[in-house]
């Protein structure tokens, strides 16, 4: 995948994003897509999803700016870092990308694209309350995270503050243990899995590491890693799905 093309796409005010996104999940995969107001949107809308993978679709205020000034990404200067507002427009593609029929998910995943990230997790909440078939769902919350140098693609970030959190917690982290690339730690910063937690739902954050803060429009992270991360996504959507249906027999 050309990510520096596909996220230069997504370098424009929301409301154009959203038409963007929409439009793409509805000519390049073969689900359902729809736009719910205040929620954000839903792909793959289910009755009792197994892995519902959160992605939010809004940016910080300091971004808008840039935005509007046709503000792009660009490789740096060794040609092998991609430079720019990468909260969340990299998760966002990586996660599009892994919609397509070709990557081969599971019918029982569900993805939601959330707004209001960045100010409350409204999109995040407004979905979890327009629900009632979570019981047995588990979230999988695609973000940034501060990386500098790391030599991982992929960070799972994960608290204990629910009991199918712990019982998810051993496979993602075994995960973790055979994976040089995919790092593990109990320190989350926050995100829409703070509103998933609240509401007594069950959820980790994996993470792409990145250099220059969070919220700058110089952000920067290795390009190979980007393919990294979304490996990882992919196998651990099959790990999570696989150990959430084992713990739904019970």
Not at 62 to 67: G, I, P, R, S, T
Not at 86 to 111: F, K, T
Not at 139 to 148: E, K, Q, R
Not at 227 to 236: N, V
Request: with cysteine.
């Amino acid at each position: 995948m050309d990510y520096l093309v596909e996220m230069d796409r997504l370098c424009v005010p929301e409301d154009e994003k959203i038409e963007v996104m929409f439009q793409f999940l509805r000519n390049n995969t073969n689900k359902s897509v729809e736009f719910i107001e205040g929620v954000g949107i839903i792909w793959n809308n289910q009755i009792n999803p197994n892995v519902i993978v959160v992605s939010h679709l809004d940016v910080n205020p300091n971004f808008k700016k840039y935005f509007e000034d046709n503000g792009k990404f660009m490789m740096g200067e060794n040609g092998n870092r991609l430079v720019g507002p990468l909260d969340n427009l990299a998760a966002n593609a990586i996660v599009m990308d892994l919609l397509r029929p070709e990557s081969g998910l599971p019918e029982d995943v569900m993805v939601v694209f959330t707004v209001e990230e960045e100010c409350g997790f409204g999109g995040m909440r407004r979905f979890i309350e327009s629900r009632d078939d979570l019981d047995s769902s588990y979230f999988i919350n695609t973000d940034m995270t501060f990386g500098s140098e790391s030599q991982e693609s992929a960070i799972i970030e994960i608290d204990d503050r629910t009991d199918k959190g712990l019982k998810i917690r051993g496979a993602v982290r075994s995960y973790a243990k055979e994976n040089d690339t995919c790092g593990y730690t109990l320190h989350r910063e926050g995100d829409d899995v703070n509103a998933i937690l609240r509401s007594g739902q069950s959820g980790f954050s994996l993470c792409l590491p990145i250099s220059g803060g969070m919220h700058g429009i110089h952000t920067s992270v290795r390009y190979e890693l980007l393919d990294g991360y979304r490996t990882h996504l992919k196998e651990i959507i099959s790990v999570v799905k696989d150990r959430n249906a084992s713990l739904a027999i019970f």
